[in-house]
């Protein structure tokens, strides 16, 4: 018995932890969470949305960083939440989007590459990895399609090619190489607007990180979703660098003093805008 349960098992072995969910489990996918009790077909239900994202490539790896809020129609819902993530140790992703679908993919996309991994005896390239969260979020279209969308950023240090890279999707799945920097998210616009102004190549980590927390900054002046650095609760973005040593989150140390700088800066600038 115990030998014919092996076999079926080893029959059925995939390098794709998400295959085998969708063969055997498919009601454990973010996908199929069922929807709030009561909700009428085609409403969307009041759920938290998560916003905004950047990242940049600088002189050796690439960094991402992440806001704090999240909102619920014109309620924020939190003020805590943190939205980037590792994917593994050479890669990062950011969630923008409907906050629980976006973080239990993200969770599934942590473990498709471990599993990928200990089954292949060696990790998925960073294209491949790119691929695979494209194909989750594929998956997941049936959800966009009735307003819960999930659009994520990625990214990671490219050990063939010595730099760090860039992928933004849509929700059907499709996946775009951006070159320099990119930002998702109801604040991007204002975010992208930034970046093009303080991004420069080959910028040093630490210059990256105050780019990446000044553009979020903008992104918040004039976005209400958006939430920027704050003092007072001594709440700051989520920031990751990645580079050919892994990927590392920029403590909270530095951004206090980063944040504290830019603050500063504007505040003596005495400028409205």
Do not use: C
């Amino acid at each position: 018995m115990q030998e014919t349960t092996a076999n079926k098992v080893a029959a059925h072995a995939t390098s794709s932890f998400t295959e085998h969910l969708q063969r055997d489990r498919p009601d454990l996918l973010p996908q199929y969470a069922p929807l709030a009790t009561g909700t009428a077909a085609g409403q969307i239900p009041a759920v938290p949305h998560a916003t905004t994202i950047v990242a940049m490539t600088y002189a050796g790896g690439i960094v991402m960083a992440g806001d704090r809020r999240a909102t619920m129609g014109n309620i924020i819902a939190s003020r805590h939440i943190e939205k980037v993530f590792p994917a593994d140790q050479y890669s990062v992703v950011g969630i923008a989007g409907t906050a629980g679908i976006a973080i239990d993919l993200t969770r599934l996309f942590q473990v498709e590459l471990e599993h990928y991994e200990k089954i292949e005896g060696t990790p998925l390239s960073l294209e491949g990895k790119a691929n695979r969260l494209g194909a989750m979020i594929r998956g997941n279209l049936p959800m966009a399609l009735q307003g819960l969308a999930v659009v994520p950023l990625f990214a990671g240090f490219d050990a063939a090619a010595g730099a760090g890279r860039l992928f933004s999707y849509d929700v059907t799945g499709g996946r775009y190489e951006e070159q320099e920097h990119h930002a998702v998210g109801s604040g991007s616009m204002f975010a992208r607007g930034a970046l093009k102004k303080l991004w420069r190549p080959n910028l040093p980590e630490d210059e990256a990180i105050a780019v990446a927390v000044e553009s979020l900054y903008d992104a918040a002046d004039d976005d209400s979703a958006t939430g920027g650095p704050d003092p007072v609760r001594q709440l700051w973005p989520v920031v990751y660098a990645v580079n050919r040593a892994g990927a590392r989150r920029v403590s909270e140390r530095e951004l206090a003093t980063t944040a504290g700088n830019i603050i500063e800066s504007r505040a003596a600038a005495r400028r409205e805008a």
